[in-house]
């Protein structure tokens, strides 16, 4: 079965920094990937995605994430955050042939103004 | 746009009462999720239904049923309810195939005393 990590659990930055969580999965085979965001006091919300392709991918809200099959990572990246970025994010990850996602345990990010 | 809706919002129980919780999309979606989401734990994935007629153990299916009770709707049943269970519970639907994003609700907050 996949599983997925994600490391640095709670991330504090100013606006304008740079935001990168890592993500990193474990299963041998063919993937997609997602990154889900749930912001304060509302359900989750597909970020962006990668299923096949170019593996840099952009989402929503200047947010990209770039496969790296070597590593087994899906990073997500933001060059300058803002505060409304204050938010959980969360990695996921669907074997193909699967339709399950499995869910890594989530970044709390908070931005100060 | 109504999209995945579940009821209730928010639900305090007593040990041992028992309670379901209704999940319906309109988005004509194959399959059908439970999850629960637990601080530091991420989305653990409860029961799914990959088609109408057909439900599946997740990674915590334990004290829990589900009925897939038409193409529409899947309910999660708490036979008799444990502080264990105290959690927030989103109901996700999907068109089924791998790739495919998955949509979540609003999250329904059960408290077990």
């Known amino acids: 079965a996949q599983s997925v990590s994600q490391h640095n659990h709670h991330v504090i930055l100013s606006e304008a920094a740079s935001l990168e969580l890592g993500c990193n999965y474990s299963y041998g085979g063919t993937v997609n990937l997602f990154w889900y965001v749930q912001y304060p006091g509302q359900h989750l919300q597909l970020l962006l995605k990668y299923f096949s392709g170019d593996p840099l991918v952009k989402g929503i809200k200047g947010f990209e994430a770039e496969f790296i099959k070597s590593k087994f990572s899906f990073n997500l990246r933001k060059p300058s955050v803002q505060w409304s970025d204050t938010a959980e994010y969360f990695c996921?990850?669907?074997?193909?042939?699967?339709?399950?996602?499995?869910f890594g345990k989530g970044n709390q990010v908070v931005v100060i103004p | 746009n109504a999209g995945v809706t579940q009821t209730p919002k928010f639900q305090v129980l007593k040990t041992g009462q028992s309670m379901t919780l209704q999940c319906a999309q309109d988005m004509n979606h194959n399959s059908m999720y439970w999850y629960r989401q637990d601080p530091g734990m991420g989305l653990r994935l409860i029961y799914y239904?990959?088609?109408?007629?057909?439900?599946d153990k997740g990674e915590v299916p334990n004290g829990y049923n589900v009925s897939r009770l038409n193409k529409r709707e899947f309910s999660l049943r708490l036979e008799s309810a444990a502080p264990s269970q105290t959690s927030v519970y989103f109901c996700a639907s999907s068109e089924g195939e791998p790739g495919n994003t998955i949509y979540f609700g609003e999250g329904s907050w059960l408290t077990v005393v």
């Open positions: 239904s990959a088609s109408e007629g057909t439900t």
């Open positions: 996921a990850v669907n074997a193909h042939g699967n339709n399950r996602l499995a």
